[in-house]
């Protein structure tokens, strides 16, 4: 669970989140094309590209490509997706919102340094919800209800595997998402999928989790699923615990 400014002639780091590089904003950015590329067939409306951007930085972030400590511009960042500053930092001004990143006035947005203590502080809070949330819900949830989310489960492996964080990460949360809502609490859900979320961001000692880590996250999964389904509480119970300890590191 998881420098610097992008160099010239290196491959920006945000193009491992899909987001394509030649994505332009009508009316704010220079609207010329060439003559090899045909005008859009559609307007792409500002707000999906700053739900690109959005996801883009995210993945970077968790990736450590976004160093904590670092400032970035929007100008800077939008130079390297092709849009104006506008929806970049729109997008930042979401992440400052959720605590990423802190506004640096006529500079731009510094990643935030977060410590261990902080780490420990959002495992406590998540186990103090989902610990009581996923030992009801074995008590209650039909087994074949637990083995529909076996995908989940084998996609955060999968993730793992590859050392892809980011995409570790987005699964991960899926999989507790899906075990939640089977709890018919939508807020629950929301509230614990943004402690969560936090969670994922790396520490400013610790900026990249190994591939080792990963894999030893992603086992836990498959083991809590299974411990859900013979509705043994004691196990689920020491696992859900141990995987947020884990996490801290």
């Known amino acids: 669970m998881e420098q610097g400014r992008a160099r010239e002639g290196v491959r920006p780091p945000y193009a491992s989140a899909g987001i394509p590089q030649d994505v332009r904003v009508p009316e704010q950015t220079r ?47 939008g130079a390297r997706f092709g849009v104006s500053a506008t929806p970049v930092r729109e997008a930042m001004q979401q992440l400052a919102i959720e605590g990423a990143v802190e506004v640096v006035p006529n500079r731009g947005f510094r ?11 959002l495992a406590e809070v998540r186990a103090l919800i989902e610990v009581p949330v996923m030992l009801r819900l074995a008590r209650t949830v039909p087994a074949g209800n637990w083995c529909v ?32 809502a089977l709890s018919g609490n939508q807020q629950l859900v929301t509230v614990a999928d943004e402690l969560h979320r ?3 961001w790396p520490l400013v000692s610790n900026p990249a989790t190994r591939r080792a880590d990963l894999l030893a996250d992603a086992s836990e999964h498959t083991a809590l699923l299974d411990a859900l389904i013979a509705r043994d509480l004691t196990v689920v119970q020491s696992l ?10």
Do not use: C, K, W
């Not at 930085?57 to 400032?71: I, K």
């Not at 977060?114 to 502080?121: I, N, Q, T, V, Y």
């Not at 989940?152 to 595997?161: G, S």
């Open 240 to 249: 859900v615990r141990e995987h947020f300890t884990g996490a801290e590191g």
């Open 198 to 200: 936090r969670s994922q």
């Open 149 to 180: 989310l076996r995908p989940l489960a084998e996609a955060t492996v999968a993730a793992a595997a590859v050392g892809d964080r980011a995409s570790y990460a987005e699964s991960d949360r899926a999989f507790h998402r899906a075990v939640l």
């Open 31 to 77: 609207g010329e094309h060439t003559h090899s590329e045909p005008p859009a067939p559609r307007v792409v409306q500002r707000h999906s590209v700053r739900g690109q951007i959005l996801d883009a930085l995210r993945a970077a972030l968790v990736d450590g490509e976004l160093a904590p400590g670092q400032v970035y511009s929007a100008p800077a960042l």
């Open 111 to 121: 990643v935030s340094e977060r410590g261990p203590r902080e780490l420990a502080e």
